[in-house]
């Protein structure tokens, strides 16, 4: 596709649409919204925009359809796949400005929200009148609800309360040549005609701009416990994992972190502290929560006795609020504390939960052959492991010629296994050309052709989700 470039023109349209002190053709703002999470990866968009409201959002997107202009949305940066990058440049779409929290319908169990609410913000508005927002990811404190939408992230507590995808009634959407539309309906039952809303909710940008969004809550569980199970063997811990839910046990968090996991984190953060005897060689994070603490004691006793039989060493219990803050900081710097000690790539792989001993085998038995380290941990109460591929000291030829080959394989195996590309991450920029793993010819060309029906010139996030062959 070919795209115009902006010109002088276009910054004069765009600063009468929104007031010149919005957009920002500088250098310095251009690299800043040029950049996510995702490697060491910079593409700046040609202009930065920040609209106020889903009008001037709207106004955008009908100037660039016009004009062929391609459109990124923008949200907190937090992404791990590329999804929030300007690849062919064109507007980089902030949401910033757009951060409010309009309602909270407590009779209802609902709030409505702008993209760019911060997504712990939420959680820690809706707490104070008695209720709960569970999706949760590891940037929660900084990610925008926005971003969260765009790419069903889950977190810790997904395992029993679901996705971001799950807690979706509505969406204000404007299209790409800015019409506005309501994708659904403010109730918790609809059956009338096509579900738009969990059409735009994972597509990453591509479809529609997202402007606000009516989530469901629930009410605020009143207690929770949490503990640590360390064991001998990583793979017996994965295999703990699936035997807990045929206990009869639906833990709130069931998270795994493999030793050099926690090893690293321990040094990277210098309040943590955590005992790790030497043989132990991966770690179980274990909440479960409710409203009666006999019944979560039960629960915990029940864990006790299915993880004692897959070798686990002395189990830890959180005393009080200061400790569990301590054990899940333990468990949300990991990708951090790995970003710190090397460059590497994230894959977002997911299988079904009781497959996980064999994904985390396949996983360390390709690295062997490719050379390469890698540092696992994740969501493995729902089968969502993230395998960090540490650089370390593998020559440019393997990084770059090599490795893609090897995370082929990685997703080949979860293919194989009855899972899938991503778990939560999104495909993006960096998973694209691996699509063709996970789908035949129809699906891609059935998933292409809802984006062409609904973004005929292509302008919205151009070079993400399809394979290079498909833009």
């Known amino acids: 596709m070919k795209y115009k470039s902006i010109t002088l023109e276009d910054i004069q349209a765009f600063e009468h649409m929104l007031e ?35 009008s001037e959002v709207s106004a955008i997107l009908k100037y660039c359809n016009e004009h062929i202009i391609p459109v990124t949305a923008i949200g907190g940066r937090t992404g791990l796949s590329g999804g929030a990058l300007s690849v062919y440049g064109g507007v980089g779409l902030s949401m910033e400005k757009m951060n409010r929290i309009v309602e909270i319908d407590e009779l209802n169990l609902q709030v409505v929200v702008e993209p760019a609410v911060i997504t712990q913000v939420l959680q820690e508005t809706v707490a104070a009148k008695g209720l709960y927002y569970p999706p949760d990811p590891s940037s929660r404190g900084s990610c925008f609800i926005g971003g969260n939408l765009a790419e069903n992230a889950g977190g810790p507590r997904a395992v029993k309360y679901g ?15 800015g019409d506005i539309i309501y994708t659904g309906a403010n109730t918790l039952k609809n059956s009338t005609g096509y579900n738009l809303t969990q059409l735009m909710v994972g597509s990453e ?3 529609g701009i997202i402007t606000k969004a009516v989530l469901k809550l629930v009410p605020l569980p009143k207690n929770n416990l949490l503990m640590l199970v360390p064991f001998y063997d990583a793979a017996k811990a994965c295999e703990a994992v699936s035997a807990i839910f045929r206990a009869g046990i639906t833990p709130s968090a069931l998270e795994f972190m493999e030793r050099d996991a926690i090893d690293w984190v321990l040094r990277f953060v210098d309040d943590v502290h955590v005992p790790v005897e030497e043989e132990i060689q991966a770690h179980l994070l274990i909440e479960v929560d409710g409203n009666h603490m006999d019944s979560l004691m039960s629960d915990c006793e029940v864990i006790s ?13 959180a005393d009080d609020e200061a400790q569990k803050n301590q054990l899940w900081k333990l468990r949300r710097k990991v990708a951090e504390a790995v970003k710190s000690n090397s460059v590497y790539k994230e894959e977002d792989t997911v299988v079904p939960r009781y497959q ?48 893609p080959h090897a995370i082929g394989e990685i ?3 979860c293919v194989k296994l009855g899972g899938t590309l991503s778990g939560e991450h999104g495909i993006g920029l960096v998973q694209r050309d691996y699509m063709e793993i996970a789908f035949q010819g129809a699906e891609l060309k059935t998933m292409k052709a809802i984006k ?20």
Not at 23 to 37: I, L, M, P, Q, S
Not at 305 to 317: A, D, N, Y
Not at 382 to 388: K, Q, R
């Open 411 to 413: 997703f080949g195996l």
């Open 356 to 403: 996980l001993p064999v994904l985390l085998s396949g996983v360390k038995e390709i690295g062997k052959r490719y050379g390469f380290k890698s540092v696992c941990y994740g969501h493995a109460g729902d089968g969502n492991l993230h395998v960090n591929i540490i650089r370390g000291e593998l020559t440019d030829k393997q990084w770059n010629e090599d490795l």
């Open 20 to 54: 010149p002190n919005r957009v920002f053709a500088d250098d310095e703002t251009r690299k800043a919204y040029g950049h996510d999470e995702t490697e060491d990866l910079v593409h700046p968009p040609e202009v930065v925009l920040k609209p106020l409201n889903v």
């Open 205 to 207: 940008g591509t479809l």
């Open 163 to 177: 996705v971001t995808k799950d807690f979706v009634l509505n969406l204000e959407v404007v299209l790409a040549n």
């Open 452 to 471: 062409m029906t609904l973004d005929s010139h292509q302008i919205l996030n151009p070079g993400k989700l399809f394979p290079k062959q498909m833009d």
């Open 305 to 317: 006795s299915v993880v004692q039989t897959f070798g686990c060493g002395e189990i830890l219990f």
